[in-house]
């Protein structure tokens, strides 16, 4: 049966994402392999912490994998807001990964596999496809086309084009495709500040304080979309991921500390309450400099 840890965060961001994935399992890789992390950046600027993935957990998953004897790679993809590189650059993880010594791969810029999927065709970095291991560093957001955002989401930040929105009417079958492909051996939900409403960039933060990791991310995205009071049988690219055999929507064990005083309700996407309260982060994202 697929274990999924919960654990409350402490001080320490990282005594608590090794404890997580100590109880999910560990992190199953040998020696001498690369293990690729998937953070999610999908803006430089991140108000109250609720956009991008913590960098405390970054950092915790680089020092795990380095322990074991491997050579860690961070990536991240093009999108609309901007390349890469420069949301790398500006949100503050490039001069992180400087100082841990870790390279970083646009993976817009790397060789790709043409891939036919929901009538259409994306491109799938061969990195990702190559890759010994995976780490899926994801966030606990809502998000317009898909309710929620969690690990199986941050997939679509593995695919080579920026333009992603001509895939948002398709996403209930291109993310379980991803899913199918893409390896994830390790996914690490960061629930320390999540946010509720207009997500994935500009919706509003809701503390939540916990980490949750597993080895099956269709079990850690069901029981982060229960947290949030969504039903994963009603999220389309949940229920088709585990209707694809990727893994389980609701035979697992939940581990770690007690969940059920976590469970809240989550603003849906544009309702008039979220697009109301949403004003700050449009002026944080889009008018501050």
Known sequence: MAK??????????ETSVRRAVDLAG????????????????????????????DFNIVGAAVKMIRERGCEA????????????????????????????????LNLSKDECVPRKVAGTEIMIPKTMLEADYVLNLAKIKTCAHTT???GIKNLIGC??????????????????????????????????????????????PRKMGVIVAGSDVVAVDSFCCGLMGFNPEEIGHVSNTAMLGVGQISDYEVIGDPWEGFVCQFEHPYSLKATIKSLGAVRDIYLKR
């Open 148 to 150: 929620v955002t969690l």
């Open 4 to 13: 999924v840890a919960l654990v409350k965060a402490g001080e320490d961001t």
């Open 159 to 204: 695919i080579k084009e920026a333009k992603k929105s001509r895939l948002h009417k398709r996403l209930d079958e291109v993310l379980p495709y991803l899913a199918k492909t893409i390896r994830t051996d390790m996914t690490i939900i960061d629930g320390l500040t999540c946010m509720e409403g207009n997500g994935p960039v500009v919706g509003n």
């Open 73 to 104: 790679l961070v990536v991240e993809s093009d999108n609309i807001a901007d390349t890469a590189d420069k949301r790398i650059k500006e949100s503050g993880l490039a001069a992180k990964l400087e100082e841990w010594d870790v390279p970083f």
């Open 26 to 53: 560990g992190l199953q890789i040998g020696q001498a392999k690369r293990a690729i992390i998937k953070p999610n950046i999908c803006n430089a600027k991140n108000p109250q912490g609720m956009v991008i993935t």
